[in-house]
């Protein structure tokens, strides 16, 4: 299987416009890789230039631009070789930028720094940055330490940045409590985001969360609302008609 860090910088350099080359050249030395590959990580804090960082993974959108990627099959076959696929798949350049520096720097940096490096992108970034951020938490060293964060980006007002943590990426369903998961779950229903679109979601339903969604379900009905059309995903007996199904 490919390294995802190297993968994603070589789709990367295949798309990257003659005048951006500098910008690209900048995140290999803020991101520790080229000549500082061998460095042993616990020396990561001497060189990592945090305010640079920043400002380069800021300049993304303006060097790169929004184009969508339009991968080649070959691509898509490697992404999905190295479970990567959902992190990229239909993104502008600016976004593959930014996932692909979060990724190489994650490599390199020292636990703490990389958590404070998370939370400052986050809190300082805009919607395209931010959903970049949580696009690219799968793929990173310890993902687990980020739980936190993706939690919170659950509570968001902003239905891209929500979407980027639910939906196509496979975090919440590897890392997630029960009670965050079914939670963020809930959520996506009552927004009206399809649940197809949650990673995981059939290894993670369960009794609770089928009560939960039952108990939505009853609420609507009494305020005489809809009632969401893909509510049964949700339910255990759902999973039971569709392992006992017989075969046309």
Known sequence: MQDSSLLLVKILSRRIPPVARSWLERVETL???????????????????????????????????KEPLGLHAEERDELADAGIAGAIEGRGLDELGRVTMLVQVSRRLPA??????????????????????????PFLVEAER??????????????????????????PAAYFPDLNFNQMVLKAMFIGVALARIVG???????????????FASERRAAGRSVPADIGLLSLDHERERATRIPE
């Open 31 to 65: 991101t520790g890789t080229g000549a500082r590959l061998g460095a042993p990580v616990s020396e990561a804090s001497t060189w990592f230039d945090r305010d640079r960082f920043l400002a380069t993974f800021t300049a993304a959108v303006r060097v790169l631009g």
């Open 112 to 137: 703490p720094e990389l958590e404070l490096l998370l939370r400052v992108c986050y809190e300082q970034g805009d919607g395209r940055e931010r959903q970049a951020l949580l696009r690219a938490l």
């Open 146 to 171: 980020f739980v936190p964060l993706a939690v919170e980006a659950c509570r968001t007002n902003e239905l891209p940045v929500f979407e980027a943590i639910t939906c196509e990426n496979p975090y």
């Open 201 to 215: 979601l059939d290894r993670r339903r369960s009794s609770e969360l089928a009560r939960m969604a039952e108990d």
